[in-house]
């Protein structure tokens, strides 16, 4: 008897279960997300806020396996040869865009730049790694309402992921987080948190 194939349209779980439900997955099994379920994640992903609605991040979605392999040397991590799909989300470290008018309207748009133009390269870094890393965080739980578990990661070489997703040499460009996802074929158990890191003030 074959196992019944895992519901495929984007029957959410609540925020609270997402959360509560979401561990670190690195085994999956053979079932490919649909389509559709794949670009509900994405979408829910890149509902996250961003400093200014400016969204300096992008996010790209890996399903072709000549990528997941460059992904997989690029950090010897097994999940994303195994992995249906794999999400990296990317921060745009340049101090403006070229559709920042378009996005945010004049006004808006001069204040940003002129926020942004007084910034250090590593202060640019930053702010876009935090717009990109509220994507991830976003990510995360979505793929989980979904059904779809997630292995969050940040051990690889930045320059070589880059370079598997079109992006080598990109100055204007950093990693924030690559993210293997697919239905679970693991349960881990809950690592634990640790009460000491809430502070009550
Ligand atoms: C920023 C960040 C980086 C991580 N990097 C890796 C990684 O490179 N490889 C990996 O297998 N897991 C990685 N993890 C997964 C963590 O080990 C995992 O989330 C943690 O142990 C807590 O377990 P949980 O996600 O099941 O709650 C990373 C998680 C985060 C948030």
Do not use: C
């Not at 670190?24 to 389509?35: C, D, G, I, L, W």
């Not at 460059?70 to 992995?83: G, I, P, T, V």
């Not at 799909?85 to 002129?114: I, M, P």
């Not at 910034?119 to 979505?142: H, N, Q, T, W, Y």
């Amino acid at each position: 008897m074959t196992a019944p194939a895992t519901p495929q349209t984007p029957q959410t779980a609540s925020v609270k279960d997402s959360i509560e439900g979401r561990r670190a997955v690195r085994r999956y099994t053979a079932e490919a997300p649909s389509q559709e379920l794949i670009d509900e994640v994405a979408r829910l992903a890149l509902e996250a806020p961003s400093a200014f609605n400016a969204q300096m991040r992008d996010l790209y979605v890996v399903t072709d396996d000549a990528t997941k392999q460059a992904l997989y040397e690029a950090s010897n991590q097994r999940q994303f040869l195994e992995a249906p799909v794999v999400f990296v989300v990317a921060a745009r470290t340049e101090a403006v865009t070229d559709d920042v008018e378009g996005l945010l309207g004049e006004q808006r748009a001069q204040v940003f730049a002129s926020f942004r133009s007084g910034m250090s390269p590593e202060k640019l870094r930053e702010a876009s790694i935090k717009d990109a890393m509220l994507v991830a965080g976003f990510l995360l739980v979505a793929a989980q309402s979904v059904g779809l578990a997630t292995s969050p990661t940040t051990g690889w070489d930045e320059e070589k992921v880059k370079e598997a997703i079109g992006l080598g040499g990109r100055e204007d460009r950093a990693i924030g987080l690559v993210i293997a996802a697919g239905f679970p074929n693991e349960s881990p158990a809950h690592p634990g948190r640790a009460e000491s890191r809430l502070h009550r003030i």
